[in-house]
């Protein structure tokens, strides 16, 4: 994917927009508790910032900003993550998925401290494949040698 | 807001879906048919938004207008954007199976409870009162579905999540196994 | 007429437009198109039955005494994800098929496998 390089409205708009749209997903991540919100929708906003980076400015400057090897990791964190917590209950002694295993003596800060941890685990899962998958689809060359301009 | 003004903006909203629908089967030029979708799904986060499901409403926006159209454009600019043209035979067949299924499933949706009748099983059900009262003692979320979604069905989350996963792991084991533009293995 | 059945009659038609795209045409991205309208209607589905009147978005807040019923948001957000986790994976088949084989034509591809030395 090459840049184009008469969009000057375009790049200035974008590069004061992508913090505000990550902050907003960060936002949206921890608010999911107290209004519409979670880790999906934070993993998807989160993602999407970084697809707009790489619209307007280049796939490559977007993998040296979030490399793909960084994703590769971060992706199966999530679910470790998630998983993690309901090992961790097994292994107290509890159900799995029990969150009260993390605060025995206060159940409802045990309820809360578990849903955080697993949005978060959601969220970075979300946000990883969704850019990886994008990265695959935009980094691919064509298989024949037609152009935009060839086709309908 | 009144039911009355509730079920026009519905039925606005509706048809503008339908029309979009029917207008994405005409389409011959699969570009054009890609951004109609992404104009479907946020008519469809509209909707939801009025329904009252304000979770949802936010992941069909994100997701449905925004990924899924990216991710479209991304598989036609490596393909082709046009339609090859089919025979008559099958789309004459095609249209009566659908209004053949449609009529019958129109016979079972005039037996359905009208939109925010109280007296549903969704509703008289034990386990409404349950998420949406001792969720409070329980677990002290405003957001009921987050509750619900992570902590009484947080096994389906996590089925969801691995979902999502293997997802990607296939989409990456599909497109970046084999390098097309070199003759280097991928070493990551 | 039921005015409050709309709802009910344009998911089935949503459905049935979903499906006529599926059977109606032979271009792969087309009926994944088709799909994921179909799984449109099912989300109008569930979401109009989980409404109650008078009532609002299930965050619980003062002042409010109904609320939507939180489950069928639940599924139907479980459902969205799942959804564009399985449009990927289609895309990313249909793009393998393309550069295998030159073409996503249905007709075309099983043309190309039945000579032999394809």
């Not at chain 1, 999911?32 to 970084?50: L, N, R, S």
Request: with cysteine.
């Amino acid at each position: 994917m090459t840049p184009k390089r008469n969009n000057a409205v375009l790049r200035v708009v974008t590069k004061q927009i992508i913090p505000m749209i990550l902050l907003f997903a960060l936002y949206v991540q921890f608010h999911g508790e107290y209004g519409p919100g979670g880790g999906f929708q934070a993993g998807v906003i989160f993602a999407a910032g970084f697809v707009l980076y790489a619209l307007v400015f280049g796939l490559d400057l977007a993998s040296r900003a979030m490399p793909a090897r960084a994703l590769f990791r971060i992706a199966p964190l999530g679910v470790l993550l998630f998983a993690g917590v309901g090992v961790y209950s097994l292994l107290k002694g509890y159900a799995f998925l029990d969150y009260t295993a993390i605060d025995p003596h206060d159940p409802v800060h045990a309820q809360h401290l578990g849903i955080l941890i697993i949005e978060l685990g959601v969220g970075l899962t979300v946000f990883s494949v969704l850019l990886l998958i994008f990265y695959a689809f935009a980094g691919r060359r064509r298989a024949d040698s037609l152009t935009h301009k060839d086709m309908g | 807001m009144s039911e009355h003004a509730l079920l026009a903006i519905d039925a606005v909203l509706l048809v503008i879906l339908l029309t979009t629908a029917i207008a994405i089967a005409r389409q011959r030029n699969l570009f054009a048919a890609a951004m109609m979708t992404g104009l479907f799904s946020l008519t469809l986060a509209c909707l939801f938004v009025l329904l009252d499901a304000m979770d949802v409403a936010f992941t069909e926006a994100a997701v449905g207008a925004g990924i899924s159209t990216v991710l479209m454009l991304g598989a036609l600019a490596l393909t082709e954007y046009r339609d090859h043209p089919t025979s008559r035979g099958q789309h004459t067949l095609a249209l009566l199976l659908c209004v053949a299924v449609g009529a019958l499933l129109m016979l079972a949706a005039s037996e359905w409870p009208a939109l925010g009748d109280p007296t549903t099983p969704v509703h008289q059900h034990p386990i409404t009162a349950h998420f949406l009262e001792q969720s409070q003692q329980e677990i002290d979320l405003p957001n009921v579905v987050t509750s619900v979604l992570s902590s009484y069905r947080g096994y389906d989350t996590l089925g969801e999540v691995t979902v999502v996963f293997t997802a990607g792991l296939a989409v990456l084991i599909l497109l970046l196994g084999v390098r097309k533009e070199s003759n280097n293995e991928d070493d990551a | 007429m039921n005015l409050g059945l709309i709802n009910g009659y344009a998911a089935v038609a949503l459905l049935m437009t979903g499906l006529y795209i599926v059977l109606a045409y032979d271009n792969p991205i087309k009926r994944l198109i088709g799909l994921s309208i179909f799984q449109a209607a099912i989300f109008v589905l569930y979401i109009s039955m989980g409404r109650i009147a008078g009532g609002t978005a299930p965050i619980l807040a003062e002042g409010f005494e109904h609320y939507s019923h939180p489950l069928p948001h639940v599924l139907i957000l479980t459902a969205i994800v799942v959804g564009v986790a399985m449009l990927a994976l289609g895309l990313a088949l249909i793009v393998r098929i393309y550069e295998e084989y030159g073409s996503i034509d249905e007709q075309h591809i099983l043309e190309l496998e039945r000579e032999p030395d394809a």
